[in-house]
């Protein structure tokens, strides 16, 4: 027999004989109503369990991890608001639908049964995954929360009182809320929820408020490893400013109490604690797991002869809530309930094509204030002396600087956050002084931590706010890229929209800085940021171009909800010079506020037909100063600016070049992984003139002098030109 079915058999058997699990007594803090409806929807969410079992067998559902042992939850859900933002873990069916009894018109079973039958009809993912969320019971859909969810919920928590303070535009979450995030023991390991616990309690130690509640369900293995007897509450029952609360997952009533404390101190002292609910896994770790092929058949025997629902009972009975037999009435309701909506639920549409599957990448647009631009007095009382300055021809990144003054001045709900973005102004200044023209909850010195960095953000747009968070160099993205595919990006695609988490992410990156830093602070790897699907990718070549595209990344934010990432180019913040020393040629003066380069628009400098060099960042720089020596030699070239490297502006790039006898990709990325594969690929389907790349070696990038010597040159272009333009003669 399935291991599902002993269950069900088990619990008939037990509770039409009186064979209950031995237990305290029910605690009178729970009112017996509420525990009636609580056991309810335990009932509900096993059933559930059950269906999606034959479900699968039966080849109308997919795979799918049970809840069954991780019913107690509906006592979590009880003890907080329908208002308070839950992420929930994959066990979590019951918290669903205990929290679908606080709001009326839910039809949370049909809507988990089309989520489990990937039905197009399904409220929350359209068919695209099962999962836990909803709009109306404000639980963002998770798909896998390996502890990857934690650092979002820590964001979600400080945007409570930020928004205090500035209520942003499309505030979500009310004053008094607090964010709740559930995991189990095993994922409390993984180095994001380490980060994530110890961002909170960073903040808590400041006085930072911090309404955030921590769920541990611990069933005492993950998969097939046990997780050691002790360590849960070892590793967090003394932890500095993380207030430890147990519960036994089983006992309905000690799970209210204990996360009804948990959430009054949550709500009330505005700081987070730690829910450690002890429980137990029934029928193994998810789909066709079979937990006796790795466990003693008498431990999970002895898991099952523990279930909650067998204790719930007892409880309830012992309570005067609910009879035996009434309480048999009600799994047996529910289970009719369940399979009788199954058999309709079922023989709805799936998704079928490419084009529906990816209806939700893209958000719906959304409707924001008009804005007008910031008001020149609040300018001139920000900028002081940069007022006039800019009249006159600046580096790249004191106008970055300027850009960031004019957006946050016209929009309140921009936070900058990011490693010594505050105080210092950054590894490079360009964040100078907008701490003091903003202050600190705007602009915030984060711990030195990527994940908790866009964590932050992505939890902060949850809430309304428009994050620009900073990762400091490009190669530091790679500790935690996952919260950009997994977790930004993911959002609208597997909630149609209905939650949305849109940011702008600068990160100084690319090479060519002399003689300092090696590969960690030289990175020209944009691979992991292309390969995100509807995350937008923008990288200027020159400070004017930065402006304007960084303005046009933030109302793609705003108005668009996207998850936009801004490449800046370490070596040409401070360049100056195009041609020759002290020409100027790379400075430019601060467009107007107002000024943007919408997206998808491409730069082309100069109209030569010969050839086009198309490249971006710091081969445009290069490719300009080639372009000048080719033009002595005869050679009428043209330049064509990217600035947008995913998704690539493809109409606007055939446009640039489709009168050129030639063209040449200069990319500084490499050559396996890198921008020009895209464009060849994009070439070979669009022109008939030849094409050819001229790319970075396959390696790392040195320090000290060596520092260019795997990258494009200026020397390099001369001659891949010169070869070009000689084979298409």
Not at 397 to 420: K, Y
Not at 425 to 451: A, H, K, N, P
Request: net charge negative.
């Amino acid at each position: 027999m399935d291991r599902a079915d002993i269950v069900h058999e088990n619990f008939l058997a037990r509770v039409a004989s009186g064979d209950l699990p031995d237990g305290r007594a029910p605690d009178p803090a729970l009112p017996n109503a509420e525990a009636a409806e609580l056991f309810r929807a335990q009932c509900l969410s096993r059933a559930l369990d059950r269906q999606s079992r034959v479900m699968q067998r039966a080849g109308q559902g997919y795979y799918t991890i049970g809840s069954s042992g991780h019913e107690g939850m509906a006592a979590v859900a009880q003890a907080l608001r329908p208002t308070d933002m839950a992420f929930l873990h994959y066990r979590d069916a019951a918290f669903q639908i205990a929290r679908a009894g606080q709001v009326p018109g839910q039809t949370v079973v049909r809507d988990m049964l089309l989520s489990f039958a990937c039905s197009a009809e399904d409220p929350v993912s359209g068919g695209r995954h099962k999962v836990l969320g909803s709009k109306a019971l404000m639980i963002p859909p998770q798909t896998s929360t390996i502890a990857s969810h934690l650092p979002k919920a820590v964001g979600a928590a400080y945007s409570l009182g930020l928004a205090r303070r500035r209520p942003p535009e499309h505030r979500t979450l009310p004053d008094d809320a607090l964010i709740m995030c559930s995991f189990g023991d095993a994922s409390a390991n993984h180095s994001t929820a380490q980060g994530a616990f110890n961002a909170a309690a960073w903040a808590a130690y400041q006085a930072v408020p911090m309404p955030l509640l921590f769920v541990c369900e611990d069933n005492g293995i993950g998969i097939s490893v046990r997780t050691p007897e002790g360590w849960i509450e070892a590793g967090f029952s003394a932890r500095p400013d993380l207030e430890y609360f147990a519960c036994d997952g089983r006992d309905l009533y000690d799970t209210y109490r204990a996360a009804s404390a948990a959430a009054a101190h949550v709500r009330h002292r505005r700081k987070p604690a730690f829910l450690h609910m002890r429980t137990v896994r029934l029928y193994g770790h998810a789909g066709a797991d079979v937990p006796t092929s790795y466990l003693p058949k008498t431990e999970v025997e002895a898991q099952e002869a523990d279930d909650p629902l067998l204790h719930s009972v007892r409880l309830l009975d012992a309570a005067g809530a609910l009879s035996r037999k009434a309480a048999l009435r009600t799994y047996g309701e529910t289970g009719d309930e369940v399979e009788t909506i199954a058999a309709e639920v079922v023989s709805r549409p799936r998704l079928e094509t490419a084009q529906q599957v990816m209806a939700s990448l893209i958000p719906p647009l959304r409707a924001c204030r008009p804005v007008n631009g910031p008001d020149p007095a609040d300018r001139a009382a920000a900028f002081g002396a940069d007022l006039k300055a800019q009249d006159t021809p600046q580096i790249m990144s004191r106008l970055i600087n300027w850009a960031l003054t004019d957006l946050m001045l016209e929009h309140d709900e921009i936070v900058l956050m990011g490693e010594d973005i505050g105080a210092k102004g950054g590894v490079y200044g360009v964040t100078q002084r907008l701490m003091s023209r903003f202050g600190r909850d705007r602009v915030i010195d984060t711990l030195l931590d990527e994940q908790s960095i866009l964590g932050l953000g992505i939890g902060m747009a949850h809430n309304g706010f428009v994050p620009i968070p900073e990762i400091q160099f490009l190669a530091y993205l790679h500790n935690a890229e996952d919260q950009l595919r997994g977790e930004a990006a993911t959002l609208p695609f597997f909630s149609q929209g209905q939650f949305t988490n849109p940011m702008v992410v600068r990160i100084a990156g690319l090479g060519y800085q002399k003689g300092f830093g090696g590969h960690f602070h030289n990175d020209n790897s944009l691979a992991v940021l292309r390969d995100i699907p509807g995350l937008i990718l923008a990288c200027p070549s020159n400070g004017a171009d930065a402006v304007m595209i960084l303005r046009e990344c933030v109302r793609l934010a705003r108005e668009e909800q996207r998850v936009v990432v801004f490449l800046e180019p370490i070596a040409l913040y401070p360049a100056r010079d195009l041609h020759e020393d002290k020409d100027g040629g790379w400075l430019c003066r601060y467009p107007a506020p107002g000024e943007r380069i919408a997206s998808g628009e491409v730069g082309v400098h100069g109209d030569g037909t010969d050839l086009a060099i198309v490249t971006f960042g710091n081969g445009h720089y290069l490719s300009r100063q080639a372009k000048a020596r080719l033009r002595a030699e005869g050679v009428a070239a043209r330049v064509v600016d990217l600035r947008w490297l995913s998704p690539l502006p493809e109409a606007a790039l055939h446009e640039a070049v489709r009168v050129c006898g030639a063209i040449l990709i200069v990319d500084e990325t490499r050559r396996s992984g890198g921008v020009a594969e895209a464009l060849m690929a994009h070439f070979a389907e669009t022109t008939d003139v030849p094409f050819v790349r001229l790319t970075a070696e396959d390696s790392f990038i040195a320090t000290g002098p060596a520092y260019a010597a795997t990258l494009p040159s200026v020397e390099g272009i001369l001659d891949a030109s010169r070869d070009l333009v000689a084979r298409s003669a």
